[in-house]
């Protein structure tokens, strides 16, 4: 605990000045050869290049090029070389210049080797992957991905923080002053080649000021299934409760299209709600996260809310005694936003929940919502003690301000480094 006490001030520029002087190296082929030993062509695939023609034009014998296409079609299949993808000739240091090996870039990371040197062989090659851990911390000013885009992060991470936050987080819709922190790996080939973002390892959103953690955990070890968690245990993957009313309710109506009323002269009056009845003054709460988008008082709704979870689900709330929320307001699951009453048409005290899918209102108790399993209790000790370290991390990352940036800019420039 100790060791916690305070934050490293310098950790946090050191770290990202290494990472922007890591890219910034020049690049070392090395593919398991010794490049100064060839005369070394790099290109990109051409619309029109063939495996075959590539090495016949750089005086490889025909007999060798079928050898490799007709012997290793499980290493390197000739005919699925695709343009734009980079690869070497090596060829010999000599007034020939004869290619001696040939490698292809599947990925950033994969390669495959042609050794045309003497009979001709092809296998595959992996380049070394060095992960260096990074920590941003932004506010939003834009959107996130320009945010994270002027932090110089890869686009690949806003993906992926928007898929950890997409049932707590409305990413379509985030407020002006809303603030991220990001602990995620970088991978490096060879010490030096930027190849990528890896998983983000912890992250903080702070959405209309409520702050959400974020921490990887395997909470099944057989299913061996990782899994987002807050700060309280809760699985960020939540699903909707089943039900606007933590207890003391009864389900007295279902979603029914082809229901009849005896007080409509048994005439079809579709039901496209789920209605609970509860005494009157019963807390009605939120069954996810979301923000509130109506907060009135309408015709037979009465007082109503109704709440937008993300582009896919809303939720609404009718004849409320009161409502406790305005429009605006973000909410999380479980969260009281009003009371039952009598408000609207209703014969008794009760809250019609209605489910909205894609702008069309389905029946939440028929649906398919993605299941959540929160943390075991047995678990949640192990729980955060793992995450005890991470959440520090976290907390000591600040978010970079203007000024901050200017002072890393003077820092920069007195120790003669370039800031790009
Ligand atoms: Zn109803």
């Known amino acids: 605990m100790l060791m916690m006490a305070s934050c490293g001030e310098e950790k946090e520029i050191a770290k990202n000045t290494l990472v922007e002087e890591i890219k910034n190296q020049p690049i070392p082929k090395q593919y398991g050869f010794n490049l100064d030993n060839f005369k070394v062509v790099q290109d990109t ?27 290793y079609k499980d290493t390197f299949d000739v005919r699925k070389i695709k343009v734009g993808k980079p690869y070497l000739i090596l060829k010999a240091k000599d007034s020939l210049e004869k290619a001696q090996v040939f490698i292809y870039e599947n990925d950033r990371i994969n390669y495959t080797v042609v050794d045309l040197r003497d009979t001709a062989v092809a296998y595959k090659g992996k380049k070394n992957v060095k992960y260096i851990e990074r920590e941003v911390a932004g506010t939003i000013k ?20 928007s898929e950890i936050y997409a049932w707590t987080i409305d990413f379509f819709r985030l407020e002006k ?9 970088e991978k490096y080939i060879n010490d030096s080649i930027y190849a990528g973002s890896g998983a983000i390892k912890a ?21 061996n299934i990782q899994e987002y968690y807050d700060q309280d245990a809760n699985n960020l993957r939540s699903t909707f409760l089943r039900a606007p009313i933590k207890f003391g309710y009864r389900l007295s109506s279902r979603y029914n299209l082809r229901r009849r009323i005896a007080y409509y002269g048994y ?27 109506e907060s009135t008082r309408r015709g037979g709704n009465g007082k109503y809310v109704k709440i937008r979870h993300n582009s896919m689900y809303s ?21 009281v936003i009003g009371w039952v009453g009598m408000t609207g048409n209703t014969g008794g005290p009760h809250v019609c929940y209605r489910f909205w899918k894609n702008g069309r209102q389905v029946d939440p108790l ?25 959440k520090f ?28």
């Open 142 to 161: 834009n959107s996130l991905s320009m945010e994270l885009d002027s932090l110089g992060v890869d686009y690949a991470v806003t993906i992926n923080l």
């Open 203 to 223: 992250a903080f959103f702070e959405h209309k000021g409520n702050p959400i953690y974020a921490f990887p955990y395997v909470s099944d070890s057989i299913k």
């Open 267 to 293: 005439k079809v009056r579709p039901h496209k709600g789920t209605d609970y009845a509860a005494p009157i003054g019963t807390p009605i709460v939120a069954t996810a996260d979301g923000t509130v988008t």
């Open 45 to 71: 695939v051409k619309w029109g290049d063939s495996f075959g023609e590539l090495m016949l034009k750089n005086h490889v014998d025909y007999p060798k090029v079928v050898t490799i296409s007709e012997n």
């Open 366 to 390: 028929r649906e398919k919502l993605p299941s959540a399993e929160p943390i075991a209790d047995s678990l949640q000790t192990t729980y955060f003690d793992h995450v005890e370290t991470l």
């Open 393 to 420: 991390q976290l907390d000591c990352l600040k978010f970079e301000s203007p000024e901050a940036q200017e002072n890393l800019l003077t820092l920069d420039q007195e120790d003669g480094i370039t800031q790009n």
């Open 177 to 185: 002053g809303d603030k991220f922190k990001i602990i995620y790996d």
């Open 315 to 335: 939720t609404q709330y009718l004849h409320m005694k009161a409502q406790k929320v305005r429009k605006g307001e973000f909410v999380r699951q479980g969260d």
